[in-house]
Nanobody, 122 residues
Framework: QVQLVESGGGLVQAGGSLRLSCAAS????????MGWFRQAPGKEREFVGA????????SYTDSVQGRFTISRDKGKNAVYLQMNSLKPEDTAVYYC???????????????WGQGTQVTVSS
C-alpha cells in the first residue's frame, strides 16, 4: 500500500514563502513521477506541478511558473514544493500524488496524500 503524507502548510503573508514536503512509502519511490495539486474552497482540484522519475524534468501551471519549484530526494523518499512570492489566490489545500505517468491530469495519478492547508493573507 502506498502512503503519501504532506506537511509544511500554514498561514503566511502575501509575498512570503513556504516549503511543502511529501513523504512517500510503500512503493519504489524513485521509479514514479510525482505531482502536486491544490484545491481552493468551491473549486475543482487543479494541477500545480509535476516532477519526472529521475527529477530531471519539471512542469508547472502558468499561474505558479517562476514562483514555485518542485524537487525530489530519492534517498529520503520525499518530494518538495518550494513556494515563493505567495499570493492570496494560492490559498488552498495542497496534495501530492503519484502515478505511472508524468502528467498534469488528475486521472493519471492513482495515490494521493491527505492534503495540507496553505493560507496566504493579504
Amino acid at each position: 500500500q502506498v502512503q503519501l503524507v504532506e506537511s509544511g502548510g500554514g498561514l503566511v503573508q502575501a509575498g512570503g514563502s513556504l516549503r511543502l514536503s511529501c513523504a512517500a512509502s510503500g512503493r519504489t519511490f524513485s521509479t514514479y513521477p510525482m505531482g502536486w495539486f491544490r484545491q481552493a474552497p468551491g473549486k475543482e482540484r487543479e494541477f500545480v506541478g509535476a516532477i519526472s522519475r529521475n527529477g530531471g524534468t519539471t512542469s508547472y501551471t502558468d499561474s505558479v511558473q517562476g514562483r514555485f519549484t518542485i524537487s525530489r530526494d530519492k534517498g529520503k523518499n520525499a518530494v518538495y514544493l518550494q513556494m515563493n512570492s505567495l499570493k492570496p489566490e494560492d490559498t488552498a489545500v495542497y496534495y501530492c500524488a503519484t502515478g505511472p505517468k508524468y502528467s498534469s491530469l488528475r486521472n493519471d495519478y492513482d495515490y494521493w496524500g491527505q492534503g495540507t492547508q496553505v493560507t496566504v493573507s493579504s
